[in-house]
């Protein structure tokens, strides 16, 4: 079936950038997500993007998209102590009601 | 803002007892969903929902049950319950493409 990878942990220093990454193998994925959940909750949409755009950005947060190698990265600028979290990626195609969604990130942001 | 709530933040439950685990949205959403997570497993789809009285099994439906007699509220039953249905369990809606969360539910059975 179709897959979504990203990488287990992140952990980064306050005030730097973050970058998590995605890679997918459904090529005729529509949307691709970003979900951040925070400790005891659930998931929260946090951004998406269209698979005929390259970037898109809001406020601090800025994904980009490459098709071609079905990569997907969520960059965090001035990455703080209440962005840890766990962070999924996840995509479908139009033609589905479900997402198919990566394991999830670990982002520790220390001070 | 769309607001999806589950029943119960923490349950205790015994093995062999029946659970019911509830959710509701308030946004007149389509498609409902629940998933269970475990750690280093990601999401699970166990049940979805695209319709009322409407249900599709998902990758892990075995143990479980659902039921949806109003658009509004999706429930997920555990017919008997056992220790491996000890998890995290997360009810999401969705308009058509994006899913939105409750706050999950966590059980453990004893």
């Known amino acids: 079936g179709e897959d979504v990878e990203q990488s287990l942990f992140l952990s980064v220093r306050e005030g730097d950038s973050s970058v998590i990454n995605c890679t997918y193998t459904?090529?005729?994925?529509?949307?691709l997500y970003w979900y951040k959940q925070e400790p005891g909750a659930g998931l929260q949409l946090l951004t998406y993007i269209f698979s005929n755009m390259d970037m898109k950005q809001d406020q601090r947060l800025t994904v980009l998209l490459n098709k071609k190698d079905k990569h997907l990265s969520l960059r965090i600028a001035d990455t703080q102590t209440g962005d840890s979290a766990i962070y999924f990626c996840a995509e479908h195609s139009g033609g589905s009601y479900i997402p198919t969604f990566g394991r999830g990130t670990s982002l520790i942001v220390h001070p | 803002d769309v607001k999806v709530t589950q029943s119960s933040r923490y349950l205790v439950k015994r093995t062999g007892e029946k659970v019911f685990l509830e959710c509701v949205q308030d946004?007149?959403?389509?498609?409902m969903f629940w998933y269970r997570q475990d750690p280093g497993l990601g999401l699970r789809l166990i049940y979805f929902s695209y319709d009322v009285k409407m249900k599709e099994k998902g990758d892990i439906p075995e143990g479980y049950s659902v039921s949806r007699e109003k658009k509004e509220r999706f429930s997920l039953i555990l017919e008997s319950a056992s220790t491996n249905q000890t998890s995290m369990y997360l009810c999401?809606?969705?308009?058509?493409?994006?899913?939105?969360f409750g706050p999950g539910t966590r059980l453990t059975v004893t």
């Open positions: 946004m007149d959403h389509e498609n």
């Open positions: 999401a809606s969705s308009p058509k493409n994006e899913q939105y």
């Open positions: 459904d090529s005729s994925s529509t949307y």
